[in-house]
């Protein structure tokens, strides 16, 4: 199991509530929160017609997304009407090389700690997602007051306008929630969100990051030190 995976089921344990569950069996493995959110629902593992059913049963009516690497065949996917992939790209950065570049005005990033920045960043998010605010606050702000989730406002002119969110686990660091809204792209606000949460990672004396980066991000991650790890192709379950 790579590190990405083994830092999402640790930060599981985490989620003691109603709701939240994972399918886990052999080499599958599966999410589902209590949130409306359909594109966080995910599933990894070869597909087959046992774990199609499996995988069906489990998220019932709820959308969800099936995640490939790219030696795990699709065909049956494409034969039960999953839609075309859309590729992400797997990075990770090893800390101990890491140096951290300060950051310059116009652009200022903030760790969250108030409940007025908490709304700002539920905001942000839910505007460069496209998607209502208050879904990824019933996704995200249960992960985040489970304490060991720090998120990040970035500004340009005293604006809101990017986030990141970073998992500090025992194995090594996984980084989500790292956008910008259209406006301020290229701006260097997503460098700076993803640094403050390497420097915070590295400063818990952790050796090593993930994330998964869009085309888009992905020479922004390289820029700052990651690699490439693995192309992985996201899969959109048909429509109910």
């Not at 903030?110 to 942000?124: N, Q």
């Not at 025992?170 to 390497?198: P, S």
């Not at 888009?216 to 690699?227: A, L, N």
Request: glycine fraction near 8%.
């Amino acid at each position: 199991m790579n590190l990405q995976k083994e830092l999402f089921l640790e930060s599981m344990q985490l989620m003691d509530k109603p709701g939240w569950e994972i399918l886990e069996e052999e080499d599958l493995l599966a999410f589902k929160s209590p949130a409306q959110v359909s594109f966080i629902e995910f599933v990894y593992g070869n597909v087959t017609a046992r774990s199609y059913e499996k995988v069906k049963s489990f998220f019932r009516t709820k959308s969800y997304l099936w995640l490939l690497s790219e030696n795990q065949k699709d065909d049956l996917l494409i034969q039960l009407g999953f839609g075309t992939p859309h590729l992400t790209y797997e990075m990770g950065i090893n800390l101990s090389e890491y140096k951290h570049s300060p950051i310059s005005e116009p652009v200022q990033v903030r760790e969250v700690r108030s409940s007025k920045d908490h709304s700002i960043w539920l905001d942000v998010a839910g505007k460069w997602l496209n998607v209502s605010a208050s879904l990824v606050d019933q996704f995200f702000s249960p992960w985040i007051d489970a304490g060991k989730f720090i998120p990040f406002i970035g500004f340009y002119e005293d604006m809101p306008a990017a986030t990141s969110l970073v998992y500090c686990g025992k194995r090594g660091a996984a980084l989500y929630m790292i956008g910008t809204l259209t406006d301020f792209r290229n701006r260097g606000l997503g460098t700076a969100v993803t640094n403050a949460c390497l420097k915070v990672a590295k400063e818990k004396g952790i050796d090593q990051a993930v994330l998964y980066g869009s085309k888009m991000g992905k020479s922004v991650y390289e820029k700052i030190g990651f690699q490439l790890t693995q192309t992985i192709r996201e899969f959109e379950c048909p429509k109910s």
